[in-house]
């Protein structure tokens, strides 16, 4: 199938915002999500986005949905060292009466002092 | 219990031998899930199941064998593995299959290692 996009690499200084941005691929998606992936660890979801919506605020955390262009972004406020991370934007495809997530390749946000 | 515990958390294993990765999970999922994860790569769905049985094979070779004792534990059997075939793999749940609202939640995998 084809992928979804992030950019690869992000380097914010602690205390700004962080953004990140994704473009998916199934205009049919319902579900969307950002992941984070800390070195070594599994993959945790930070948060969700149903396609009905455009904006999604969760403490630190906004997520903003552009459905006519498939455009997804993660904003962090605050950003601090404990964010530093790989930021996974996934996708729900239906598969049959299945489901899976589609993962982008990854933001790794670099927190600079 | 909300997790999902993976067990080995590393694993080295020659190309000849065979092992098996343990999936466990308590929450009532009734879909679980085994994604790899190649280094500085996003996770591929490898093997969906539903209501324990196998509903997608994402074209998986056959040195891969999965398989769902129960609705709680998911096993992945490993033979003849090729050194490629080393990765993070990671196990997932989600409360029903097609509707997985809140996303899946996953272990803290396997990290296997081919020599």
């Known amino acids: 199938g084809e992928d979804v996009e992030q950019s690869l690499f992000l380097s914010v200084r602690e205390g700004d915002s962080s953004v990140i941005n994704c473009t998916y691929t199934?205009?049919?998606?319902?579900?969307l999500y950002w992941y984070k992936q800390e070195p070594g660890a599994g993959l945790q979801l930070l948060t969700y986005?149903?396609?009905?919506?455009d904006m999604k605020q969760d403490q630190r955390l906004t997520v903003l949905l552009n459905k006519k262009d498939k455009h997804l972004s993660l904003r962090i406020a605050d950003t601090q060292t404990g964010d530093s991370a790989i930021y996974f934007c996934?996708?729900?495809?239906?598969?049959?009466?299945?489901?899976?997530?589609?993962f982008g390749k990854g933001t790794r946000l670099h927190i600079l002092p | 219990d909300t997790e999902v515990t993976q067990t080995p958390k590393h694993l080295v294993m020659g190309m000849t031998n065979k092992k098996s990765l343990k999936c466990e999970q308590h929450?009532?999922?009734?879909?679980m899930y085994w994604y790899k994860q190649k280094a500085k790569k996003p996770p591929e769905l490898m093997f969906v199941?539903?209501?324990?049985?196998?509903?997608i094979n994402e074209s998986v070779p056959s040195r891969f064998s999965p398989e769902c004792p129960n609705s709680s534990l998911l096993n992945l059997h490993l033979h003849a593995l090729q050194p490629e075939d080393s990765a993070l793999y990671l196990c997932?749940?989600?409360?029903?299959?097609?509707?997985?609202?809140?996303?899946?939640?996953f272990g803290s995998g396997t990290r296997l290692t081919v020599v």
């Open positions: 997932a749940s989600s409360q029903v299959s097609g509707t997985p609202l809140a996303g899946y939640t």
């Open positions: 199934d205009s049919s998606s319902t579900y």
């Open positions: 986005i149903f396609s009905n919506m």
């Open positions: 996934a996708e729900l495809r239906i598969d049959g009466r299945d489901d899976k997530i589609i």
């Open positions: 929450m009532g999922h009734r879909a």
């Open positions: 199941y539903s209501y324990e049985k196998l509903s």
